[in-house]
């Protein structure tokens, strides 16, 4: 038998199908409502998401933002972790993700509860929180979720992530 014959034929690997924007949402969704804080200030009560998959809705106790996805830069995303603290009331810290408008477009619009405009939050940044303490140490969940917000960005028509520095 020669070299050729012993060798098993090689079977190509069926390519990788990409996840929907759906299935991104779903996740998305799915990891902000269980990693929420609960502080009754900076909890994420609801998520939606509107038919053309580009406005992400997160809803909390004071009222809702609207993230515009079509209008993020993918590039721009970073994490910290914020003290949520203030005057009045110790809070447990929170995962604070940021993410940056494209030059010219708003990322987020938020309303106060009785849907009035809140001008306080800066329109061309988003953040999104999680309560730090209910995130798995060792999970990869920051690297999990920056994947997965970067490809609903993308998919919804906002700056995909480019490698600037190769």
């Known amino acids: 038998m020669s070299a050729a014959q012993a060798k098993p034929a090689h079977k190509k690997s069926a390519p990788v199908k990409e996840p929907t924007s759906a299935e991104l949402f779903a996740y998305l969704r799915g990891a902000l409502l269980q990693y929420s804080a609960d502080d009754g200030v900076n909890d994420n ?6 038919p053309t998959a580009t406005v992400l809705t997160i809803k909390q106790p004071d009222g ?7 209008a993020l830069d993918a590039n721009t995303i970073s994490w910290d972790v914020y003290d949520a603290t203030d005057s009045m009331q110790t809070r447990a810290p929170l995962a604070r993700l940021n993410v ?3 030059a010219g477009k708003k990322a987020r619009t938020c309303y106060d509860p009785e849907n009035n405009i809140d001008p306080a939050p800066l329109p ?3 953040r999104i929180l999680f309560s730090w303490e ?3 140490e ?3 969940f920051q690297s999990k979720f920056t994947k997965a917000f970067k490809k609903l960005i993308t998919q919804s028509g906002g700056a ?3 490698s ?3």
């Not at 009560?45 to 509107?50: H, W």
């Not at 809702?64 to 079509?70: E, M, R, V």
């Open 134 to 136: 209910k995130i798995p």
């Open 45 to 50: 009560l609801e998520v939606s998401i509107d």
């Open 64 to 70: 809702h933002c609207d993230i515009f996805l079509n």
């Open 164 to 166: 600037l520095f190769k």
């Open 100 to 102: 940056v408008s494209v």
């Open 124 to 126: 061309t940044r988003a």
């Open 160 to 162: 995909a992530e480019a």
């Open 138 to 140: 060792g999970s990869g």
